[in-house]
């Protein structure tokens, strides 16, 4: 399985999914903010980042920026809820900034399971169809 490093500001959100994404195997790291997401990336090198947008201290499009300028092969799901409504669309800034894929709160955590698989090119990822339009998927999350 995968290491995966979780960076959100709501610490349930952080806690759901990684509960989660352990329940699939994987090892989860979590940070609260851009800053400690980066010095915990630098520290395990997971697979897979899971970054949210709106964060205090360093914010999620300046953590995909920063990312991608040191570690240009990071792989980087970008999510948020703010993106609905906005005159700019969020998730397409983060994914023009270097996000593989997206993902729109509230989501089912079933969902966020079939993307990180997508992401990764693993059994069990979404299909082109659930992926269609940058894999920009929501739902509920459920415990």
Known sequence: MASILI???????CELLQHALEEEGHVVHSALNGVEGIIQYRQ?????VVVDILMPEKEGLETILDLRREFPNVLMIAMSGA?????INLL???QQLGAQHRLTKPFQLE???KLVNTALGKPGSMSSQEESNGADVSGQIKP
Do not use: N
Not at 7 to 13: G, L, R
Not at 83 to 87: D, F, N, Q, V, W
């Open 111 to 113: 969902t966020v399971v």
């Open 92 to 94: 397409e800034l983060a």
């Open 7 to 13: 960076i959100d500001d709501d610490s349930q959100v």
């Open 44 to 48: 395990y090198r997971p697979e897979l």
């Open 83 to 87: 993106s609905e409504g906005t005159k």
